[in-house]
Every structure is written in structure tokens, then in C-alpha cells.
């Protein structure tokens, strides 16, 4: 623009704002790549700043961020699939295409970063944590996932409660992996911790002691209005009649035996009322680990069309390790081979030290103790009600596929 012969240059001068709108899709709109999910990241941080935002942030911008990234760790997964894991040759194509790339450890990493700026807010709530455990790809990181979810766990202890479901919910995911020895340590993180322990002990003994005043405010009251009537009975009447239906209550809301374990005898009511979350959590344990790894009476058919355990094989970042102590890295014609893998035995061993740890017995299975009782009276009184799941039948079968067919 031209002023009084003076030449003026005019420039449009706009403030961006950044906004955490597009429908509860910030993070996961079109397009999606490492970079763009960095600089919507960076927006986020500016926005919302760590340690210092004092107001609500909306979980669903938390649980978007977790599909977002777990959308790429899938890409990157189908990618490397693809052109394999040859780390030469994938570097080449990235740089070629000038394409930024970070390995799914990495992608996992900036989600426990999140995490971390945002604890000490309480922003992180339970419907968090488990879109954590659960969007696909799942997280390959079992430290990172303890962590969280102990830390998740403490924080609703400070609300005074607890909700077990986020706890069940990494319980499955590690009895998926088939990870048994972090679903012990899981246990002792949360339904186990001192602090879950004193919170039991804290809502016992205050619901006992809230009893135990109104009804000592009622005898007080009833003695003053009827003095006439004895001061033995009211306090049977206000006191004894409604502790006695109390412990009834909770004598059979108790659990003290399950499937697979129960309590030793010598416990007492208080320490099996506060590890009742422990006592369920290690029966699923064991159920898993003999349904899935194990061969006996109970699950013998079941085992014939089950997938083939191995507990020395396991996935980390997207790489097949195996150690080599696996009896799959054997000939198949070796005949030392033992039936039962090295690792499925030290893991009975652990489980069994486990559970005499804990207070816990390991009960009979119940089919085991039909086959001695079937064996010891030959037969009298029993009869097979599944004749196609003889296994007789199975084994014959077994032989016959094993025939080469002429």
C-alpha cells in the first residue's frame, strides 16, 4: 500500500490457538504418522501443561493418545513383517523414503511418559488404564504394565476404595502371555501391598466399632426409658443379637475353599476376610497353568486339541525369543526326551512354594478322586455316560491316523 508517496507493507498478523476438539479424535485424525502424532503430542503438553494444569482433562483425549500410538506400533509391526527384520535393509527403505520411524519399544515408552506427567494429578483414572491393557497391539512391556496398574491401585487406595477390575483385567492379559511368575508379583503389588492390607483392617475394624457405639447408644437410651427391664438383656438384645447376624453373614460370604486352594485351618476370620482378593486371584492362577500347560484326569480330552505349550518361547518387541534349554530345539526322535517340559516343572515347583507361602493348600482334584474311588471298588457303581470320550477310543484313533494309508 502506497501512502503520501510512502510505500507501507501490511502484514496479517493471526494467533493460532490449539484446540483438543474433532470429536474425541485429536490425536488419531487423518493423517497419522510418528510426526504428526509428536507436534499433536507437543499441542497437548502446551495446552494442558504437566505439573502445573490444575484443572480436569478429558480421559478420552488420554485414551485417543493411547489408539493413536498403538496404531502406528501396529503399522510398524505389518511393515517389519513385510520387509523383515533385517536392520539394514529396513533402514535403507526408511531413509530412501525419508521416513521417521521408532520401534514399538520406543512408541511404548512415550505412553508411560504420558502417564508419568500426569499421575501426580490423578488424571489417570481406571477406564484409562484399562484402554491401556487392552487397544491392540498390547503392550509387550510387563514392568510398564505392573507399574501402572499398581500405581492406579494405590491412587484409588487413597480415595478409600478399590476397584478390582482393573487388577483382573492385567491378571488376564499376563495369563494370556502366560507370564505366571508376574502374576504373582501383580498379586503382591496390590492385593497383597501393606497399604491394601491396612485399608482392610481400616474398614473392618470401623464398621465393628460403628456397630458397636449405636448400640451402645441404644442400651443407654432404652435404660433410661425402661429401667424397668434388665440391663444383661437390653445389651443381648442390641448388642449380641445383631453382632451374631453380622458374623453370619460375613462367616458365609467368606471365601475359604475353591477349586484349587483353600485357606490352612489355623487362619483366622480377619486375615481370610482381607485376602479374599488373593485367594481368588491364585485359584485363576492355577486353573490357567493346569488347564493350559499341565495333563491329568480333569482336562486329558482337552488336551488333545489344545495348542502345544512352551514356556521358553515368549515375544519381546516384536522379535520370537527362545531359549535354548527347550526341549523343541531337540530331535523329535531323541527318546531321553522327557513328557514334561524343564520349565513346566520348575514352574509346579514354584507354584507349589507359592502357595505354602501364602497360608494356602492345594486341594484334590475332584476327577482324581472319582478314578481312585473307581479304581478301589473296580468299577461298582460307576458308569460312562460319554462313550465317544473313552480314552481307549482316543488312543485307538491315534493309532489309526498314524497307519500309512496304501
Known amino acids: 500500500?502506497?501512502?503520501?508517496?510512502?510505500?507501507?507493507?501490511?502484514?496479517?498478523?493471526?494467533?493460532?490457538?490449539?484446540?483438543?476438539?474433532?470429536?474425541?479424535?485429536?490425536?488419531?485424525?487423518?493423517?497419522?504418522?510418528?510426526?504428526?502424532?509428536?507436534?499433536?503430542?507437543?499441542?497437548?503438553?502446551?495446552?494442558?501443561?504437566?505439573?502445573?494444569?490444575?484443572e480436569s482433562i478429558p480421559g478420552g483425549l488420554f485414551i485417543n493418545y493411547i489408539k493413536a500410538n498403538r496404531s502406528l506400533q501396529g503399522q510398524n509391526t505389518r511393515v517389519n513383517s513385510k520387509i523383515g527384520f533385517n536392520t539394514n535393509q529396513r533402514n535403507k527403505s526408511t531413509n530412501f523414503l525419508d521416513i521417521l520411524t521408532f520401534s514399538n519399544n520406543d512408541m511404548e515408552t512415550k505412553i508411560q511418559e504420558v502417564f508419568n506427567n500426569y499421575s501426580n494429578e490423578t488424571y489417570i483414572n481406571d477406564e484409562i488404564v484399562k484402554s491401556y491393557l487392552l487397544i491392540e497391539p498390547r503392550t509387550r512391556n510387563i514392568h510398564h504394565l505392573i507399574k501402572t496398574v499398581r500405581e492406579n491401585f494405590q491412587r484409588n487406595l487413597k480415595k478409600e476404595r478399590v476397584n478390582k477390575s482393573v487388577v483382573q483385567t492385567a491378571l488376564n492379559v499376563l495369563l494370556?502371555?502366560?507370564?505366571?511368575?508376574?502374576?504373582?508379583?501383580?498379586?503382591?503389588?496390590?492385593?497383597?501391598?501393606?497399604?491394601?492390607?491396612?485399608?482392610?483392617?481400616?474398614?473392618?475394624?470401623?464398621?465393628?466399632?460403628?456397630?458397636?457405639?449405636?448400640?451402645?447408644?441404644?442400651?443407654?437410651?432404652?435404660g433410661f426409658l425402661l429401667p424397668s427391664f434388665p440391663l444383661f438383656y437390653l445389651v443381648f438384645l442390641n448388642l449380641g443379637v445383631p453382632l451374631c447376624i453380622i458374623w453370619y453373614i460375613m462367616k458365609v460370604n467368606l471365601v475359604a475353599h475353591l477349586g484349587r486352594v483353600s485357606w490352612r485351618p489355623y487362619n483366622n476370620f480377619i486375615y481370610i476376610n482381607s485376602h479374599q482378593n488373593e485367594i481368588l486371584a491364585i485359584n485363576k492362577i492355577i486353573t490357567?497353568?493346569?488347564?493350559?500347560?499341565?495333563?491329568?484326569?480333569?482336562?486329558?480330552?482337552?488336551?488333545?486339541?489344545?495348542?502345544?505349550?512352551?514356556?521358553?518361547?515368549?515375544?519381546?518387541?516384536?522379535?520370537?525369543?527362545?531359549?535354548?534349554?527347550?526341549?523343541?530345539?531337540?530331535?523329535?526322535?531323541?527318546?531321553?526326551?522327557?513328557?514334561?517340559?524343564?520349565?513346566?516343572?520348575?514352574?509346579?515347583?514354584?507354584?507349589?512354594?507359592?502357595?505354602?507361602?501364602?497360608?494356602?493348600?492345594?486341594?484334590?482334584?475332584?476327577?482324581?478322586?472319582?478314578?481312585?474311588?473307581?479304581?478301589?471298588?473296580?468299577?461298582?457303581?460307576?458308569?460312562?455316560?460319554?462313550?465317544?470320550?473313552?480314552?481307549a477310543e482316543i488312543i485307538r484313533l491315534k493309532i489309526t491316523n498314524n497307519y500309512p494309508k496304501v
Not at 508517496?5 to 487423518?30: D, H, L, M
Not at 501383580?186 to 457405639?213: A, M, P, Q
Open 176 to 222: 494370556t502371555e502366560k507370564d505366571y511368575y508376574n502374576c504373582f508379583k501383580l498379586i503382591d503389588l496390590t492385593y497383597c501391598s501393606e497399604e491394601y492390607l491396612k485399608f482392610c483392617k481400616r474398614v473392618n475394624y470401623t464398621s465393628l466399632g460403628s456397630i458397636l457405639l449405636s448400640s451402645l447408644a441404644v442400651t443407654i437410651l432404652e
Open 288 to 391: 490357567h497353568f493346569e488347564e493350559h500347560n499341565e495333563i491329568n484326569i480333569k482336562n486329558f480330552h482337552h488336551s488333545k486339541v489344545r495348542q502345544i505349550s512352551n514356556l521358553n518361547i515368549f515375544h519381546q518387541n516384536d522379535y520370537i525369543i527362545e531359549l535354548p534349554n527347550t526341549n523343541s530345539l531337540l530331535p523329535i526322535d531323541d527318546t531321553n526326551i522327557s513328557n514334561e517340559d524343564s520349565e513346566i516343572l520348575k514352574l509346579q515347583g514354584f507354584i507349589r512354594q507359592e502357595i505354602r507361602k501364602r497360608k494356602m493348600v492345594l486341594n484334590d482334584i475332584q476327577e482324581e478322586l472319582m478314578f481312585l474311588e473307581f479304581w478301589y471298588t473296580h468299577g461298582e457303581n460307576f458308569e460312562w455316560v460319554e462313550p465317544d470320550q473313552d480314552p
Open 1 to 54: 500500500m502506497i501512502k503520501n508517496g510512502v510505500r507501507y507493507s501490511i502484514f496479517r498478523i493471526s494467533r493460532a490457538y490449539y484446540s483438543t476438539r474433532y470429536n474425541g479424535q485429536y490425536f488419531s485424525r487423518s493423517p497419522l504418522n510418528y510426526e504428526t502424532l509428536s507436534k499433536r503430542l507437543n499441542s497437548f503438553y502446551k495446552l494442558y501443561p504437566p505439573k502445573k494444569y490444575k
